[in-house]
């Protein structure tokens, strides 16, 4: 019932810029937290922003001052705009979503992903 569809990725150039976005069915974007995450081949997934049920934000270090992550409640979307990207950026960015169970397990959901990829 909850998917999450990611787009935007593609190929650009350092110091570049890209807008993904997320857009989420099944769920209502702003009575849960959503999260952008990346992972480079071999790497561990690691989160990269998120923004939670009553607007709080949270970035990363390492994209803190060239990332933002934004809601459009109307259109049920998340984005993620990327400017001033690296190399390092360079990863399959993937949205999630959690649903806490009453045990306090949760139950995740993800997007299949979208490449982005930095040229040097």
């Known amino acids: 019932q909850v998917q999450l569809v990611e787009s935007g990725g593609g190929l650009v150039q350092v110091g570049g810029s890209l807008r993904l976005s997320c857009a989420v069915s099944?769920?209502?974007?702003?009575?849960?937290?959503i999260d952008w995450y990346r992972q480079a081949p071999g790497k561990q997934r690691e989160l990269v922003a998120g923004?939670?049920?009553?607007?709080?934000?949270n970035y990363a270090d390492f994209v803190k001052g060239r990332f933002t992550i934004s809601r459009d409640n109307a259109k049920n979307t998340v984005y993620l705009q990327m400017n001033s990207l690296k190399p390092e950026d360079t990863a399959v960015y993937y949205c999630n979503t959690y649903i806490p169970q009453r045990n306090r397990e949760r139950t995740d959901y993800w997007g299949q992903g979208t490449q982005v990829t930095v040229s040097s």
């Open positions: 923004i939670q049920r009553r607007g709080t934000i």
């Open positions: 099944g769920i209502t974007v702003s009575m849960y937290a």
